[in-house]
């Protein structure tokens, strides 16, 4: 059976403060720019015309059963940057995709990634995600398997 699977990129707005692993801040500061990255995030599926509609079409059900995402960081200048980093960031972002439906939870049993990686550089940094619809059989694809001893 040809299932055809959905492709969305939901990017953050540009100077978004980015949560990154290497930042000692205080807890306070910490839950506040994670609410901000999962609240754009939220707000872009809201945004975007094609996920608005298909979100509009399932109702009060998930959109996506099982899901691939690829993060990219367009960091905000050419330095080097280790975008695994930035994986508080990508996680709150992800966070906000279940709380606008794409998912119904961001476990293992329904979601692979987010993948992280470097992208071209953009003027007070951003975050892109790359959302790819998966089947069951895809999903289960990318499972560890047992290796009989």
């Known amino acids: 059976m040809n299932q055809l699977l959905r492709r969305f990129t939901i990017t953050l707005p540009p100077g ?17 720019f994670t609410e901000a990255i999962r609240g754009a995030a939220m707000a872009q599926c809201s945004e975007d015309p094609t996920m608005r509609a298909a979100l509009g079409l399932v109702g ?6 099982h899901a691939y995402i690829l993060g990219v ?8 940057a280790d975008p695994a980093n ?5 996680k709150a972002a992800v966070d906000g995709l279940v709380d606008a439906g794409v998912l119904e939870d ?11 990686r470097m992208g071209p550089v953009a003027k007070g940094g951003q975050l892109a ?9 895809q999903h289960k694809a990318f499972q560890w398997k047992q290796v009989a001893s």
């Open 16 to 32: 978004l403060r980015l949560l990154n692993a290497n930042q000692r801040v205080h807890y306070r500061v910490r839950a506040e």
């Open 60 to 65: 009060d059900q998930p959109l996506m059963q």
């Open 73 to 80: 960081l367009h960091p905000p200048s050419r330095r080097r």
């Open 86 to 90: 930035w994986y508080p960031s990508f």
């Open 106 to 116: 961001d476990d293992h049993t329904r979601l692979i990634g987010p993948d992280m």
């Open 129 to 137: 995600l790359h959302i790819q619809e998966l089947t069951a059989e």
